[in-house]
């Protein structure tokens, strides 16, 4: 009796750690790790950082769960395609107003890129989501990334472990495949790319 509920014990450790997972390093913990990155490396002072969290962190959840819990969705990060696609919307229109204050406000090229990389993310992930459900938490950690490593280079192999990580998670939550993880990874990373020239 004992050893079949130390197995059970065993089973479940890994869907409670793929569901803390998706839930610390979804976009918005990716944000926190970027803020965090560019106010350790003094890119960023007190009143930045507060604004990006505002807009790249706090109004998004305050949203998403708002969303989730009208809609009854048992699990924010894996709705129904339709409450999907308007949780989706929502995080897209966070991220832009995010991308317009930060410019108006003339803060740190860093934070800019940061916030052109996570409104093209989302945007992109809910133009793609219309016809392939590609992985938003994956996009985000591409991009997390490619922002990271130009923050802070030294640490590049822990930044390389965040698409590896968030995608197991993903994976063992069967949210996802493997192309759509492979793909968001790429998308996000490609976008964080192709955006550094405007800002760097």
């Not at 059970?8 to 803020?35: C, D, F, N, Y």
């Not at 708002?66 to 699990?75: E, F, I, L, N, T």
């Not at 490593?149 to 965040?162: E, H, I, S, T, V």
């Amino acid at each position: 009796m004992m050893d079949e509920l130390t197995g059970q014990g065993r089973r479940k450790a890994p869907e409670r750690w793929s569901r803390t997972l998706s839930h610390i390093l979804s976009p918005a913990g990716i944000a926190v790790l970027v803020l965090v990155c560019l106010t350790v490396t003094g890119k960023l002072g007190l009143a930045g950082m507060l604004t990006g969290a505002a807009f790249y962190v706090l109004v998004p959840a305050i949203v998403l769960l708002g969303m989730a819990r009208r809609s009854g969705s048992a699990d924010v990060y894996d709705p129904s395609p339709r409450i999907r696609q308007w949780m989706l919307l929502s995080g897209t229109i966070c991220y832009l107003l995010g991308y317009v204050v930060v410019v108006n406000f003339h803060l740190h090229p860093d934070l800019r890129w940061a916030g052109a990389t996570f409104a093209a993310g989302a945007t992109a992930v809910l133009v793609i989501d219309r016809v392939w459900k590609v992985s938003i938490h994956n996009t985000g950690a591409g991009g997390g990334l490619v922002l990271l490593a130009g923050f802070a280079p030294d640490l590049w192999p822990l930044w390389c472990m965040l698409p590896v990580v968030v995608g197991w998670a993903r994976w063992h939550q069967r949210a996802h495949d493997l192309g759509q993880l492979v793909g968001g990874s790429i998308l996000g990373a490609s976008l964080a790319w192709l955006l550094r020239g405007l800002f760097q």
